[in-house]
């Protein structure tokens, strides 16, 4: 796969993986988390925040990869 088009699928699956892992975590947060108080919400939130990179250090990982050389 050449390396422009990899980086394209790279990009839109990282853009869509923020948007809908945001949203998850809104969701969550705002239906779980409504009573609890103020430094359950920052420690929710810290965690959620970071924990999104580890998909997408995968995704980066694949984007970044060489192209496999193909014999004839």
Do not use: D, Q
Not at 37 to 60: D, E, K, N
């Amino acid at each position: 796969m050449p390396v422009r088009l990899k980086k394209l699928i790279g990009t839109v699956i990282i853009v869509a993986l923020v948007v809908i892992y945001a949203l998850v975590a809104t969701t969550v947060a705002t239906y779980r988390l409504a009573e609890s108080a103020w430094y359950v919400h920052l420690l929710y939130f810290l965690f959620t925040g970071v924990l999104w990179v580890v998909p997408a250090m995968f995704v980066i990982r694949w984007m970044e990869r060489p192209p496999k050389n193909r014999k004839a």
